[in-house]
Each structure stands twice: as structure tokens, then as C-alpha cells.
């Protein structure tokens, strides 16, 4: 089954395209299909496994923030105002609109390296926010990266075996999350000093 798979990497149909068109189409297919609710790891290793390891990243990225900020457009677009009333009747959830309105970018980067959080749980719910486009494009492309690289790699090694580029991707990936949660971390610890410094403040 596997050589069946690489020989129609190697040589199936989809060879004969060039390749920007092959491009084009995977990206568009990725962010239409990110925006629908399909999960970005579905992407990311066929993505590896058609254009390799670096390639598919870039490719991958591209398709799935294209997709990120369609579904943030449909978001507002469909039922920004409802979600938002419904946010502020509550006020840890306003403070946390208030705080991605002020600087959305680092909690949106983290929010996309959880795995366990669904992308589009991500962009609908920022949507009911007043995010910044802009920081919402960036936090998603780099919070997206760690895993997309170590998932075209994945795919990539189906067909180029443990080359240097799907090491260095799983590598680059791994390092990047993990040092990304150590960052986490370091910083939750310190807000949980501050806040009983504030307490003993206001008294």
C-alpha cells in the first residue's frame, strides 16, 4: 500500500498539472475546507506529502489562515452583534474581548498552539471579539506553524523518507512549541504572583 501511495505521489495524474496551478487549487481546496470546519491537520500532511516538508508548510499556512480569516469574516458578518451582547452580560469574557481589542496577537498565537482547541472554535470565537484583523492573521500564522511544520513533515517522509528537510521541519516544530509553552508558563506564573501583590495593594 505504501509503494501504491508513493508511486501515485511520483507519477499519478496530478503530476501532469504545473506546478503553481497544483498550488493554487490545494490552497484554495485548504481554506474553504478550514473555513467549512474541517480540521487543518487533515490538510497538512497530504500537503507535505505534494510539495514536501518546507513547501507544504508554506502552502499549508497560506490555505488554513486564508481559511482562518474567512471564517472570521462569516463570523462577524452573520452574528457578531448577538455573541457580543451575550459576551458582555458576562465580565470575564468582556474583560477578555477588552484585552484582545487592546492586543489580540499573543493570545490568539497561543490559542492556535493548543492542540486540543479547534481552529475554528478560534476564529467564530474571535469573531465576537473586537480582535484586530491584522494581529488575528499573524497570531494564527504563528501559532499555526510548530504543528503544521511537524505535520508535513509527517506527510513528507511518506514520500521522501527522513530526509533533511523532514527532520529540520520536525525539529524547528517541536523546539517551537515547546519553548512556546515554557513562554506559557513563565508568564501564567507570574501574573499568579502580581495578583496577590495587587490584593495586598489595595488593602
Given at each position: ?8 505521489l ?6 501532469n ?15 474553504l ?15 507535505g ?39 458582555h ?17 499573543v ?25 484586530r ?10 501559532g ?32 517551537s ?27
Amino acid at each position: 500500500m505504501l509503494d501504491s501511495l508513493r508511486d501515485f505521489l511520483d507519477h499519478g495524474a496530478w503530476t501532469n498539472w504545473p506546478l503553481p496551478v497544483s498550488v493554487a487549487i490545494f490552497t484554495v481546496v485548504c481554506a474553504l475546507g478550514v473555513a467549512a470546519l474541517v480540521p487543518k491537520s487533515l490538510f497538512a500532511p497530504v500537503a507535505g506529502a505534494l510539495f514536501g516538508a518546507i513547501g507544504g508548510t508554506v502552502v499549508t499556512l497560506v490555505g488554513a489562515t486564508l481559511g482562518a480569516v474567512i471564517s472570521l469574516y462569516l463570523g462577524r458578518r452573520l452574528g457578531r452583534e448577538r455573541i457580543s451582547g451575550w459576551l458582555h452580560k458576562r465580565e470575564a469574557l468582556a474583560e477578555l474581548d477588552r484585552r484582545l481589542s487592546r492586543n489580540g496577537l499573543v493570545p490568539i498565537t497561543i490559542l492556535r498552539m493548543i492542540p486540543v482547541i479547534p481552529s475554528s472554535v478560534v476564529s467564530y470565537g474571535a469573531a465576537a471579539t473586537a480582535i484586530r484583523t491584522g494581529h488575528f492573521v499573524i497570531g494564527t500564522a504563528l501559532g499555526m506553524l510548530p504543528m503544521t511544520l511537524v505535520q508535513c513533515a509527517a506527510g513528507a517522509s511518506v514520500r521522501h523518507g527522513l530526509s533533511t528537510p523532514v527532520v529540520v521541519s520536525v525539529f524547528v516544530g517541536c523546539v517551537s512549541l515547546a519553548l512556546a509553552m515554557m513562554a506559557v508558563r513563565r508568564r501564567g506564573g507570574e501574573s499568579a504572583r502580581m495578583a496577590p501583590q495587587a490584593s495586598d495593594g489595595a488593602e
